[in-house]
């Protein structure tokens, strides 16, 4: 038993407002008056409201450890069954951060240094138990700053744990440009561990190839620290180049100076690998779709050379006088089929072109009722041949009505679902004609035909697609028509699609932007082609004998006189020796000297005009003639209309 010399009721100011906190306090102690005591002591803290759990022995006290965590222990130090340290090794074995505070009689220093060392946070002797409440507050303060330090080591040790394991490479480097920290991901990539880089100036070589400046500005003190980011080259440990995606911050303490540099790396290698070859894959398929490009021409020049001198002649053949009938039909399915041959070339081109971008768009005030006139005097015959009805809709009776758009394209739309609609219609009716909707102009052609079956409709637009392999056998053709005529329409800024019902017919519509301007005159397409007034010399350069020999037979009737030259050089000499010359045709592909070295020879000392005669169909092909020097361009195989007509442009 203990007797205090202070009062007990001792009681603390509290004022009306402040709230208390609560207080859970596992008191171990045998003496009922020494509890009280304890008790009244603890009563009288002011900012606490205390809950007192008071035990006398063992199992009493680890009943209550167990059924509520406190959050301060009191205990006395000899208990009848008992000892405090006893208690004190209950608290730790249980691993609890509660402050345990031994409130005994008198203990020696030794005493009071064992209870310490045991883990007691305090100790108050009874005698002095005006003590206790500011053991307590320490102690609850320690408390507090303990469970602070915990939980900031516990997020450190997360921290560091999501660093070991990061996919990325983590450096941290401090401000005396000392590496203190890389994780396992950058010693297995590179091969460096944190001993491999404790030399002094091992920074420079973990940050190798950064730009000069940054390295500079690194360390220069009163440059203010900013983050760095790009891409380097980097050397592992074994001597292998690899690529790294780097970012570098700085890290700052409370008075805002850096401490350290936080350099984030990853390695992206693979990453630059696929990209080259992403790179690599692109420039082989542009250089192969060059190669295809050429091919096609090539193969277009040497198609259209003979095809040349095959419609050439086999049309002046048909119209001639005086050729048994046998023949006459035999020149006529030569003909057509040879048209049929030039008009699969001309498709296989032109989807080229579409393919490779190279096919542009000519916009010019486009007078739609002569073009519907043009188709009608282009298939009257077709349609009375097979018995079949051919009407023509305009939706604007006005011969002026134009729009703003590519006539060759249009035209060629138009002449491929006419040419459609006649293959697919064995009796009934084709009409074609136009229709205003808001501001938009849209072209049909319809017919009465075999139609086409919903499937078949999602994939004639496709290239090379038929609505049936059968179809190929009964009616010929490539399945190109509608692909090129969906890709014109779309360049025109336009849509082209189909209504059909198998066995009823079907109706192709073409939507255009319907843009108009005015200021052009009408064309009239039934206007007379002038003949020549006077004597007019020609130099026709082309090496093959069959060809020069059809500009002959074209040229024939009018009063013109024909030079030919079997090649460039000798064109050169005649334009040379030979005056006047009037206009010379050029071809390209010849032998000693080409098409364009002769014209570029000959315009050294001759203003004439030169026409170059070219079997290279593509656009591009074409406007490049015309801007390296030639007046104008023919294509082959060559047309007798365009030609007289040219002939005359130049000569008139
Ligand atoms: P091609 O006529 O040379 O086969 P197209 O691309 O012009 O190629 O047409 C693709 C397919 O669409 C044709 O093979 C045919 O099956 C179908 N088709 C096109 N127009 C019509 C039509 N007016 N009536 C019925 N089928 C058509």
Redesign the pocket.
């Known amino acids: 038993m203990i007797s205090c010399p202070y009062p007990v009721n001792l009681m603390e100011f509290v004022p009306e407002s402040m709230t208390r906190i609560p207080l859970t306090i596992l008191l171990l102690e045998d003496e009922a008056i020494d509890a009280g005591l304890i008790r009244e002591q603890l009563l009288a803290m002011a900012e606490y409201d205390c809950e007192i759990i008071w035990t006398k022995d063992k199992p009493a006290f680890l009943a209550a450890l167990e059924s509520k965590i406190p959050d301060l222990i009191l205990s006395d130090y000899n208990l009848a069954n008992f000892s405090g340290l006893d208690a004190l090794n209950c608290v730790s074995e249980k691993k609890m951060l509660v402050p345990f505070i031994f409130v005994t009689g008198a203990i020696d220093e030794e005493t009071a240094a064992e209870t310490i060392k045991a883990g007691a946070w305090d100790y108050v002797v009874k005698d002095r138990l005006l003590r206790l409440p500011l053991a307590i507050r320490g102690a609850l303060q320690l408390r507090e700053e303990k469970s602070n330090a915990l939980k900031a080591a516990l997020e450190s040790r997360k921290l560091l744990k999501a660093m070991e394991h990061s996919p990325v490479h983590i450096i941290m480097m401090n401000v005396n440009h000392e590496i203190e920290y890389v994780n396992k991901r950058y010693t297995e990539t590179t091969g460096y561990a944190l001993e491999d880089l404790k030399e002094k100036d091992s920074w420079r070589f973990v940050l190798h190839n950064l730009p000069e400046k940054y390295f500079s500005d690194l360390q220069r003190k009163n440059i203010h620290p900013y983050n760095w980011h790009g891409e380097i080259k980097s050397k592992k440990k074994d001597g292998t180049d690899y690529w790294e995606s780097v970012s570098i911050s700085p890290l700052m303490n409370e008075e805002n100076q850096v401490t350290h540099y936080i350099i984030v790396k990853e390695d992206i290698t693979p990453r630059k690998r696929i990209i080259q070859e992403l790179i690599n894959a692109r420039n082989k398929a542009e250089r192969s779709d060059k190669l295809k490009d050429a091919f096609l021409q090539n193969l277009s020049h040497e198609i259209r050379t003979p095809l040349n001198a095959i419609v050439g002649f086999s049309s002046l053949l048909e119209e001639s006088s005086g050729l048994p009938d046998e023949l006459k039909e035999y020149t006529s399915i030569i003909l057509s089929s040879s048209n049929q041959l030039l008009s699969i070339v001309n498709?296989i081109l032109t989807i080229s072109r579409i393919q490779t971008g190279q096919e542009i768009i000519t916009t010019s005030e486009v007078y739609v009722n002569s073009i519907l006139d043009d188709m009608y005097l282009i298939f009257k015959s077709q349609a009375s041949q097979n018995k079949i009805e051919y009407a023509v809709v305009k939706g604007n009776l006005d011969r002026d009505f134009h729009i703003l758009i590519d006539e060759t394209k249009l035209v060629q739309i138009l002449t491929?679902?006419l040419?459609?609609?006649f293959?697919?219609?064995h009796e009934g009716s084709v009409t074609c004609g136009y229709t205003f909707k808001k501001d938009r102009i849209e072209f049909f052609?319809k017919?009465t035909?075999?139609?086409?079956s919903p499937e078949?409709q999602k994939i004639?637009?496709d290239r090379f697609?038929?609505?049936?392999t059968s179809?190929?056998r009964n009616?010929?053709?490539?399945?190109?028509?509608?692909?090129?005529?969906k890709s014109f329409a779309e360049m025109l800024g336009g849509q082209l699609w189909?209504e059909?019902k198998q066995g009823e017919?079907?109706t192709?519509f073409l939507s255009l932007p319907c843009r108009t301007e005015k200021g052009m005159e009408a064309h009239l397409p039934w206007e007379e082609t002038p003949s020549p007034k006077k004597e007019i010399t020609i130099l026709d350069a082309e090496d093959e004998k069959h060809n020069f020999r059809l500009i002959q037979a074209y040229l024939n009737d009018a009063c013109i006189k024909l030079i030919h030259a079997a090649n460039g050089l000798e064109a050169v000499n005649i334009s040379q020796t030979t005056s006047p010359i009037d206009l010379i045709l050029m071809d390209i592909k010849m032998p000693e000297m080409d098409g364009i070295s002769a014209m570029l020879e000959i315009r050294k000392s001759l203003n004439v005009p030169i026409i170059a005669q070219t079997a290279y169909a593509l656009e591009h092909e074409k406007q490049q003639l015309l801007k390296i020097g030639f007046s104008d361009y023919i294509s082959k195989p060559l047309k007798r209309e365009e030609l007289v007509e040219k002939v005359y442009k130049f000569t008139d």
Do not use: E, M
């Open positions: 498709d491929n679902l040419n459609n609609a293959k697919y219609t052609v017919d035909g075999i139609g086409i078949n004639i637009f697609r038929q609505a049936d179809f190929n009616y010929g053709g490539t399945g190109l028509g509608l692909s090129i005529s189909v059909s017919g079907s192709f």
